[in-house]
């Protein structure tokens, strides 16, 4: 092999790394898991206490429907990714809003958690004759999958998900 070609293979991964440490070469939004788990108690009992669970935590909800069981909560923030040259000064700040649905299950209920209107939020400080101005930046998960560090939203997934099943299962609700 050439000389030159070496230098330009050489740069071209070098190139790659770079570029995967700020993007994580997703081009389409991948559909994220639904968590779920059965807990042997009543759909409408698991719904109320997972109502109160979730209020607890100091999640609020735009959407509750207690017929289909179905809570569907604000936008939270869940976490933070900092530091790095890639990332702007205040970081990526993660939201979304969980989504929770109970159904009857043989033996009692099945809970389904997910994330939905996953988002990233940035500020940025920018100089206008002199004067310094802000603004934050929205990017959705559909329109930007790459900027997405998807194993941040399958943490905070599987800890709701285990908090949940967690105290459901130690009867939680049940006059408790």
């Known amino acids: 092999m050439r000389p030159g070609r070496v230098v330009w293979l050489w740069a071209l991964c070098v190139g790659v790394l770079l570029i995967s440490g700020c993007y994580h070469l997703r081009l389409e939004a991948t559909p ?11 759909p409408d009992d698991v719904y109320a206490a997972v109502k109160c669970l979730l209020a607890r935590e100091r999640y609020e909800f735009e959407q509750e429907e207690g017929k289909e069981r179905l809570l569907v909560t604000g936008f939270r923030h869940f976490a933070t990714r900092a530091g790095g040259l890639t990332l702007p000064e205040g970081g990526r700040l993660y939201f979304h809003r969980l989504r929770v649905t109970v159904r ?3 033996g009692g209920s099945e809970v389904a958690v ?15 004759g002199g004067k310094v101005n802000y603004f934050m930046k929205r990017y959705p998960y559909e329109h930007y999958p790459g900027m997405f560090d998807l194993d941040v939203v399958n943490r905070e997934l599987n800890g709701v998900k ?15």
């Open 162 to 176: 285990r908090e949940l099943e967690t105290a459901l299962r130690a009867g939680v609700g049940n006059g408790q």
């Open 104 to 106: 009857e299950a043989a």
């Open 32 to 42: 994220l898991d639904v968590r779920r788990f059965e807990v042997p108690r009543p």
């Open 114 to 128: 997910e994330s939905v209107d996953l988002e990233i939020r940035s500020s940025y400080a920018y100089d206008e």
